[in-house]
């Protein structure tokens, strides 16, 4: 059973920094890809970044320049590093992996960008 585990949220203040892990049961070189999406209330859930078993990675206009993404292939573990963070990145981020064409969802960490 593919599981996914996410940590990291929090709250902090407009201009900080916070780093999102997930922990996969999966091989890293054996997804499609691995990242993160976000939904703030009342919003639909947005893509944000995404990292690939090769180490490509795509990411949201709206974070590009602030937020990267990279892995520990070692430890299974995808991480999402944002920085300069404003208070529309508020919302509750979760972790999906695609593997052999399917998807699958963290439990959502909550990230909350205010003074």
């Known amino acids: 059973q593919v599981q996914l585990v996410e940590s990291g949220g929090g709250l902090v203040q407009p201009g900080g920094s916070l780093r999102l892990s997930c922990v996969t049961s999966?091989?890293?070189?054996?997804?499609?890809?691995m990242g993160w999406y976000r939904q703030a209330p009342g919003k639909e859930r947005e893509f944000v970044a995404y990292?690939?078993?090769?180490?490509?990675?795509n990411y949201a206009d709206s974070v590009k320049g602030r937020f990267t993404i990279n892995r520990d292939v070692a430890k299974n573990t995808v991480y999402l590093q944002m920085n300069n963070l404003r208070a529309e990145d508020s919302a509750i981020y979760y972790c999906?992996?695609?593997?052999?064409?399917?998807?699958?969802w963290g439990q959502g960490t909550q990230v909350t960008v205010s003074s």
């Open positions: 999906h992996l695609r593997v052999h064409g399917y998807d699958y």
């Open positions: 999966v091989s890293i070189f054996s997804i499609d890809r």
């Open positions: 990292i690939t078993a090769i180490g490509s990675t």
